[in-house]
């Protein structure tokens, strides 16, 4: 990003490379990530813009419904509220008396017909709750609903197979798990939708004749047969070139070895939670586990506190601490961690 940025700062330097290459190595290296082509990621800044993509442009026929989770992060449930402003009516299914999403109440509204959007976070940001994607993919392939995923809370660490689970969209910020910059992100859009949707915020760098920049003015209302239709505008190239480096990071270092490590990580984490004064709010069962660890202490701040000047870093989410060990996270952390609560 600061060689972007050292040639972006002097006169004439960037390459029609620059312009392309950042963003082709993006959209190879998320399409790889979860299953996809490129032709099915377009990239944008956040989670936001994917879930928008959604809201916006997924049709839902009358008498059919929103369903989203309660508790819910708010990216996930503003844009569907914006929709449900349109006519579309939603429903903010209650979670169980353990927090998390009641995903046997979440199935049976989808198997009951009414449902033409389900929009879920496959891990919670609170706890790491993780849902069953291939459960309510089936549902909702069943029954004609789409389904829309936000993965920031996953992706990077427990990957999403769409070549396996059929997800409509998928929604992800790249600077999470994905180790990207702020300002990365991207929305996979299955390839049998495309065609059938038009994005809500229309990009002049989504159509074919915006292709050569020398003539521009010669407009033509005609989308690229592929996911850059939803891209839109000039995107932050510098940004995209370092979440390139990130994404073919993670994928050189092999999905499945992250998620091994960060779940064992994880496992010992929430060993030494158990016998520390406080509740592990996390369900840590094989089906339900993720690398995030949500603990409530008696005192959230003061825990945090404590640890971050022993040099531990958590994050605090409503009362409940997080901790998320990554791929650069060691054995060692994980004792400075146990030092530090005793
Ligand atoms: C589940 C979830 N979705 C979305 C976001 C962020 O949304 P955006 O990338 O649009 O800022 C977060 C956290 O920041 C999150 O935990």
């Known amino acids: 990003m600061a060689a972007y940025n050292d040639r972006r700062a002097e006169i004439q330097r960037l390459t029609a490379e620059d312009f392309t290459t950042p963003l082709d ?55 569907w509220m914006r929709r449900a402003r349109d006519g579309v009516p939603l429903e903010i299914v209650r979670t169980g008396e353990d927090g998390h999403p009641d995903e046997e109440r979440l199935a049976a509204a989808v198997a009951g017909g009414g449902v033409g ?40 660490h427990l990957p999403i197979d769409v070549s396996r689970i059929r997800v409509d969209v998928l929604a992800t910020g790249g600077h999470k798990w994905l180790l990207g910059p702020f300002g990365t992100g991207f929305a996979y859009v299955r390839r049998d939708l495309q065609p059938r949707i038009e994005p809500g915020a229309v990009g002049w760098t989504a159509m074919p004749a915006s292709d050569d920049i020398g003539d521009l003015l010669d407009y033509g209302y005609a989308f690229h047969p592929d996911a850059r239709k939803f891209e839109v505008g000039t995107p932050p190239f510098q940004d995209f070139s370092g979440w390139a480096a990130s994404l ?71 009362g409940i601490l997080r901790f998320s060990p990554h791929l650069y996270n060691t054995r060692q952390d994980v004792d400075r961690l146990r030092k530090a609560l005793a």
């Open 25 to 79: 190595r993006c959209r190879r290296a998320a399409a790889a990530l979860i299953g996809a082509s490129p032709e099915e990621i377009a990239l944008g800044g956040n989670t936001s813009f994917g879930i928008n993509l959604a809201a916006a442009a997924l049709p839902v026929e009358k008498g059919r419904r929103i369903v989203v989770s309660d508790r819910e992060f708010p990216a996930n449930i503003y844009p």
């Open 117 to 156: 959007i389900l929009a879920l976070s496959s891990v919670q940001f609170v706890d790491g709750y993780r849902m069953d994607l291939e459960r309510l993919s089936t549902l909702c392939r069943e029954q004609d609903t789409f389904l829309v995923i936000d993965g920031i809370q996953s992706l990077g």
């Open 248 to 318: 073919e990071l993670l994928l050189e270092e092999g999905m499945e070895r992250i998620r091994a490590h960060v779940l064992a990580l994880a496992e010992e984490i929430s060993e030494i939670l158990a016998d520390t004064p406080g509740r592990v709010t996390s369900d840590r069962s094989p089906r339900r586990r993720s690398a995030i660890v949500g603990f409530r202490p008696r005192d959230a701040g003061a825990v945090r506190e404590r640890l971050a000047t022993a040099g531990v870093q958590v994050a605090e989410r409503e």
